[in-house]
Nanobody
Framework: EVQLVESGGGLVQAGGSLRLSCAAS????????ITWFRQAPGKEREGVSC????????YYADSVKGRFTISIDNAMNTVYLRMNSLKPQDTAVYYC?????????????????WGQGTQVTVSS
């Protein structure tokens, strides 16, 4: 069973930075894709960025392109999301999710394994 544990959330002022971590374990497959999602109160869960193991291919939603950077430590099975130039509208609970295979995806329907989430709050 795949287990995912997020960390690194917190309270930051607009324009600030945070780095989220997603520590994964229990993989029985490789390659795999890990995606960061976020969900603000009253809104649908939104795919933010994803990365594929082995080759590190990435994808970013337009809302975060140029501000967020996703990376992977394959040896540690850990994925990071560096978030710069944060805005109040980035406030949400951030989740990481994992799926088997090579296809990059930011659709929640594609994922069965989820972490518990970490809160990011950006004050204006």
């Amino acid at each position: 069973e795949v287990q995912l544990v997020e960390s690194g959330g917190g309270l930051v002022q607009a324009g600030g930075s945070l780095r989220l971590s997603c520590a994964a374990s229990g993989f029985t497959f490789d390659p795999y894709v890990i995606t960061w999602f976020r969900q603000a109160p009253g809104k649908e869960r939104e795919g933010v960025s994803c990365i594929r193991s082995r080759d590190g291919s990435t994808y970013y939603a337009d809302s975060v392109k140029g501000r967020f950077t996703i990376s992977i430590d394959n040896a540690m099975n850990t994925v990071y999301l560096r978030m710069n130039s944060l805005k109040p509208q980035d406030t949400a609970v951030y989740y990481c999710a994992a799926k088997e295979g090579r296809i990059l995806s930011i659709s929640p329907r594609a994922f069965r394994s989820w972490g518990q989430g970490t809160q990011v709050t950006v004050s204006s």
